[in-house]
């Protein structure tokens, strides 16, 4: 089977920073499978989803999607490219003023006539999935509420929710449970996983709990100062394999 995404020798190096956030990565993502990132805080987890995103300009490398590379497409086809990967964030990164079922059409913008979405004017057929994906996500009493009235599990369901409703390839999630308790989280990941599986969507999850990571994921990738120091399927990963990961250098 060829790799839906395949990452090339990716590096970043910020301005006035004499190190590489992220160097040399070299990584291929299946369809369906759940990638999950670990490392320690500052190894370059959050670099390398932005990078496949477009939302950071790798400094060198390629990435291919569906044997692809992405260097080589006009703007319009990286725009669309963009839209096959959904982006969930650790803050949730919604617009706490707007409904929650406006939340979720935000995920169309690219997608979507700009004029018409400037004003709000989503189709009835949008509208009818963004409230299928809701319903589907526990959500259904919460479409017209604003989304800060909601929990942090709430937001980061509409978070989820946003992502879906692209009919992403790939998603891409940034320590998407840090900041909630771990039944919530759980749940979280569990709706995460199954939703994915589902619709044959790859994940590529960063996680600061290692017990979750081994739960939840195909493959584990361990990540040290910018490097790959780790790939294995997650049944194969061991205490040795996370010393490594977590070594100090």
């Known amino acids: 089977m060829k790799p839906l995404l395949k990452i090339e020798n990716i590096s970043k190096k910020y301005p006035n920073s004499k190190k590489y956030a992220l160097f040399n990565f070299d990584l291929d993502i299946f369809p ?23 939302l950071t300009e790798a400094s060198n ?17 990286y725009r669309k490219y963009r839209t096959n990967i959904g982006f969930i964030f650790q803050n949730y990164n919604l617009q706490d003023r707007i409904s929650v079922l406006d939340n979720v ?10 004029l ?6 989503w189709s009835k057929q949008d509208k009818e999935k963004a409230k299928s994906i809701l319903f589907e996500m526990g959500l259904s009493q919460h479409v017209q509420k604003r ?11 509409v978070s989820i929710a946003r992502a879906l409703i692209q009919d992403p390839k790939i998603i891409l999630a940034d320590e998407p449970v840090a900041s909630l308790d771990p ?23 960063n996680l600061h709990d290692i017990e979750m990571a081994l739960k939840y994921s195909d493959r584990i990738i361990g990540l040290r100062n910018g490097e790959k120091v780790w790939d294995s399927p997650s049944s194969e990963a ?5 010393k490594q990961i977590y070594q100090k250098t």
């Open 105 to 114: 059409l935000t995920g169309l913008l690219g997608q979507r006539n700009p």
């Open 238 to 242: 061991t205490k040795e394999s996370f």
């Open 183 to 205: 039944p919530t989280a759980k749940k979280i990941l569990d709706d995460l996983k199954t939703k994915c599986k589902k619709r044959k969507i790859a994940v590529v999850i």
């Open 32 to 54: 369906s499978e759940i990638i999950a990132i670990v490392g320690k805080s500052g190894s370059g987890k959050s670099t390398f989803l932005r990078c496949v995103n477009g």
């Open 116 to 121: 018409m979405t400037t004003f709000g004017l």
């Open 61 to 77: 490398g390629n990435i291919y999607f569906k044997q692809r590379n992405t260097k080589s497409m006009s703007s319009k086809e």
């Open 147 to 157: 989304a800060d009235q909601l929990s942090g599990g709430e937001k980061q369901r």
